[in-house]
C-alpha cells in the first residue's frame, strides 16, 4: 500500500498525476561514487511509502545499469509508479567516458527497444530527449518520438535542456508532457525562455538537481577534496578550487532560513524548488536524488515548508553570485543555445 502523503500535480495536460516530488534514480548506479544496492532499494520503497510516483532514470546512466537496477521495483509496482527514462546520449564502443549526442530516427529506434528490454516493461510512461543535437530539427526527433506513442511504446513525452523556441516548436508536433532541466537556487537560467514557454504550453517542469548535486545541503564544500575519485562532482567548475569557497560561502542566507524553520539546508533548497510552482504558475516536480531512507524522507517533508516573501527576498540574490557554470561544456544544455 502506498501512503499517499504528497500532493499531487499532473504532467502536461494530458499527462499522468504524480506525486510533487519525484526521485531521481541515477547516483544509484552512477556518478557519484561508491553504491549500496541494498540501501537504494530500501529508498526506493520507502519513497513509494510517502507518495513519490516518478522514477527518474536514463540509458546513459551505467550504460543502462541504473535501467537493470530499478527493473525488479517497477515490476512489483507497475501499478503505481511512473517510468522516466531517456535516450540521446550514446555511448561509443571504443570509449565508454564519452557521451555522443544522437537525436536520429534509427538511434532512438534503437534506444527505445533497448530501454524497454532492460526496463522488462511493455510501455514506458515518459519518454525524453536527454539533449539536443542541433543538427537535427527538433519537429524531426519528436516526429518520431510522436510514432513511439502511436505504436504504443511510449505513453507521453518529455524534453530534457531544450530552449524556450525549441519547445514551442516541438509542442507543434506532439503534446510535450514535461520539461526537464537544472533549476535550483543555484541554476535559474531556464527561467529567462524555458519557463515561461512551458507554462504558455501547458508543459510541466521536472527540475534536476535541486539540491545542486549536493551542495544546497552543505554535506561537501570542495568537491576535489571532500568527494571520492569516481565522483563526477569533482570534474564540475561550481565545485572545485576558487569557485568552490566563493560558492560555499553563498549558503549563509540558506543557513539563516534554515534555522528559522527548525530544517536543513537541503530542505529550505528543495522547498524553494516546490514553490517555484506558484510563483511562475506551472506544475513544478523536483526529482532530487538520493541513495538513503533517512534522506527521501527528509526530502518529501520539504513539500510541507512553506517560505515567506521575505525569506524568498533573501535567497533571491543567490544564483546571479555563483562562481562558475554548471557543466565544463555548456552547449550540452539550453542556455548554451539560447
Not at 499522468?16 to 520503497?45: H, I, K, N, W
Not at 516526429?143 to 505513453?155: F, H, I, Q
Not at 551542495?215 to 570542495?222: I, P, V
Request: hydrophobic share 40%; net charge negative; with cysteine.
Amino acid at each position: 500500500m502506498t501512503d499517499h502523503t504528497l500532493p499531487t500535480a499532473r504532467l502536461g495536460d494530458g499527462g499522468p498525476e504524480v506525486g510533487v516530488q519525484g526521485l531521481g534514480c541515477m547516483g544509484m548506479s552512477f556518478a557519484y561514487g561508491p553504491t549500496d544496492a541494498d540501501a537504494s532499494r530500501a529508498t526506493l520503497e520507502r519513497a513509494l511509502e510517502l507518495g513519490v510516483t516518478l522514477y527518474d532514470t536514463a540509458d546513459a546512466y551505467g550504460a543502462g545499469e541504473n535501467e537493470r537496477f530499478l527493473s525488479p521495483f517497477f515490476k512489483a509496482h507497475r501499478d503505481e509508479v511512473v517510468i522516466a527514462t531517456k535516450f540521446a546520449l550514446s555511448i561509443p564502443p571504443d570509449d565508454p567516458t564519452k557521451r555522443i549526442i544522437r537525436n536520429d530516427e534509427p538511434y532512438i529506434r534503437q534506444a527505445v527497444e533497448a530501454s524497454l528490454r532492460r526496463l522488462d516493461v511493455d510501455v514506458i510512461d515518459l519518454y525524453y530527449m536527454h539533449r539536443r543535437d542541433p543538427d537535427v530539427p527538433i519537429e524531426e526527433t519528436v516526429a518520431v518520438m510522436a510514432d513511439l506513442v502511436r505504436e504504443g511504446k511510449v505513453k507521453h513525452l518529455g524534453l530534457s535542456e531544450v530552449t524556450g523556441d525549441e519547445l514551442r516548436a516541438a509542442q507543434g508536433v506532439h503534446p510535450i508532457a514535461a520539461v526537464q532541466s537544472e533549476w535550483s537556487l543555484f541554476s535559474r537560467d531556464i527561467e529567462a525562455g524555458v519557463v515561461p514557454a512551458a507554462r504558455e504550453l501547458g508543459v510541466a517542469l521536472v527540475p534536476y538537481s535541486p539540491l545542486g548535486r549536493g551542495f544546497l545541503t552543505g554535506s561537501f564544500a570542495d568537491a576535489e577534496k571532500d568527494l571520492t575519485a569516481g565522483d563526477f562532482r569533482r570534474q564540475q567548475p561550481r565545485f572545485t578550487g576558487d569557485n568552490a569557497a566563493a560558492n560555499a560561502a553563498l549558503l549563509a542566507p540558506v543557513r539563516t532560513v534554515a534555522e528559522a524553520h527548525g530544517a536543513t539546508l537541503g530542505q529550505i533548497a528543495l522547498a524553494w524548488a516546490q514553490q517555484r510552482a506558484r510563483v511562475h504558475g506551472l506544475p513544478v516536480i523536483p526529482i532530487p536524488g538520493t541513495r538513503k531512507p533517512t534522506w527521501v524522507e527528509e526530502n518529501t517533508a520539504a513539500t510541507r515548508i512553506v517560505l515567506t516573501e521575505e525569506e524568498l527576498s533573501l535567497l533571491e540574490p543567490i544564483a546571479g553570485k555563483v562562481a562558475g557554470d554548471r557543466y565544463a561544456d555548456m552547449t550540452f544544455t539550453s542556455a548554451g543555445r539560447e
